[in-house]
């Protein structure tokens, strides 16, 4: 296992960190909002990797100083991707939300407030202490060791997800099930970079990838649903949120059947890939994918 490659994978995390939190916080601009809690959830991959790698290294104490920049960044994402959605369902069934979106304006103005204060009180020096807290870490590992943990962590989550997926019911809620996946995903990229010639496979990162995108959109769909319903029944938009819940819930519903659709294709994929046989234990620090970052 390469271990300079995690270095530098963690790297590429901090700096993308602090380029689009500077960005970020001066112009709310949507596409940094994004990109930085993209690469938050990131480095959590990484932390919760190191985590299982060395008995020293704890995740929830390094993750501890990005968690209300995290927090606030994405109640402000959540409005602006639903009056993305509300606008593209205006442009694309003539309906009328403006009073919807005047309301959602107002919500973003909020958020953009409290994204503010919390964005003045996050210290962006924090990414070169826990940049050489990751140094730490990596240098007191063994590369033959720490393939074989990374492998069983691997697996084991790859095995959660496939379990938890599995044995979904058709009005269970998916977003335990969205944030696993992306954990998943995150480590799988980290690792097919790190462990060279062994898994995962790009079979498994592409359906990693289908798998998140589909429960990503179930996500969209479900909170578009909450804010229209927030909402209330405004005279001058009733019959219009009524016909754009209508299309929300379908689009839900597809999503989700197009999540479970995938989950052939990903067992195949992960049964298929090298050294998946090997035994599987869940790692010793039991990790809880469904909380804290989400």
Not at 5 to 25: D, M, N, P, T
Not at 165 to 172: F, M, T, V, W
Not at 214 to 239: K, R, T, Y
Request: glycine letters at 4%; proline letters at 4%.
């Amino acid at each position: 296992m390469d271990l300079k490659k995690i270095h530098c994978y963690s790297v590429q995390r901090f700096e993308g960190i602090r380029r689009h939190y500077a960005l970020a916080s001066r112009t709310f601009d949507e596409e940094a909002i994004h990109q930085m809690r993209v690469e938050i959830k990131r480095l959590k991959a990484v932390f919760q990797l190191l985590e299982g790698l060395s008995e020293e290294f704890r995740a929830k104490k390094h993750l501890k100083p990005f968690r209300r920049i995290f927090k606030s960044a994405g109640g402000l994402r959540d409005v602006q991707v639903q009056l993305g959605l509300a606008r593209q369902w205006m442009g694309n069934s003539g309906g009328d939300l403006k009073a919807f979106c005047r309301h959602l304006a107002l919500r973003e103005q909020e958020a953009k407030l409290g994204f503010r204060e919390k964005s003045s009180r996050f210290d962006a020096a924090v990414l070169d202490t826990k940049e050489e807290a990751v140094i730490r870490a990596l240098d007191s590992l063994s590369a033959q060791q720490s393939r074989l943990r990374a492998l069983n962590l691997l697996h084991w989550l790859q095995s959660e997800l496939l379990q938890r997926g599995q044995a979904s019911g058709p009005e269970d809620d998916l977003h335990p099930l969205r944030i696993l996946a992306k954990r998943v995903r995150h480590t799988a990229e980290l690792l097919e970079m790190s462990l060279r010639t062994t898994p995962p496979t790009q079979e498994v990162l592409t359906a990693l990838r289908a798998a998140e995108q589909a429960l990503g959109q179930w996500h969209d769909q479900e909170v578009a649903l909450g804010f229209v319903e927030a909402f209330g029944q405004e005279s001058e938009c009733q019959s219009a949120c009524q016909n754009y819940k209508e299309a929300l819930s379908a689009k839900k519903r597809e999503r989700r059947q197009a999540f479970f659709q995938l989950l052939p294709d990903l067992k195949t994929a992960v049964d298929c890939q090298p050294d998946s046989s090997l035994p599987l234990s869940a790692p010793a620090f039991q990790p809880v994918p469904a909380r804290r970052l989400k």
